[in-house]
């Protein structure tokens, strides 16, 4: 069975009571059910983990080489400032999905730059919690080898 890390950084685990007119109104834990569950479904076995340290995200996927076939990442503000963990994607090779729950390409300027989609193999913004359940859609795909080229 491939194995799946979701990955959430800084301030994700206020999901539910932060800005929820951006972020919507579900917890963290309510997002991460839905994964696992929607994970069982795809025949995937999901893992989630959160941090608000960047040291510890670089850490969580240097440790996911060997261990998970796939990451789905929402790097929170990270996203937008860091060098390290656009390396760390690059330096595991395991294939990552990029996801925001909201469009940050519509919001403040500074949202446009990602140093993670250089690495990662796509990114799903915009569609909420629903993007995370995209984004293990789209792994599964990776991993039947039928994704388009
Ligand atoms: C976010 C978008 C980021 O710009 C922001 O800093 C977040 C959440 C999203 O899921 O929409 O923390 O990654």
Redesign the pocket.
Known sequence: MKSVLILNG???NLLGTRQPEV?GSETLAMVEERCRSHGETLGLAVTCVQSNHEGVLLDQIHAAKGRHHGIVL?A??Y??TSVALMDAIYSVEIPTVEV???N?HSRESF?HTSYISRAAIGQICGFGSFGYLMALEALKQRFSGSEPE
């Open positions: 800084p301030n994700l972020y929402n929170g503000a996203t937008h925001h729950l909201s940050i949202r």
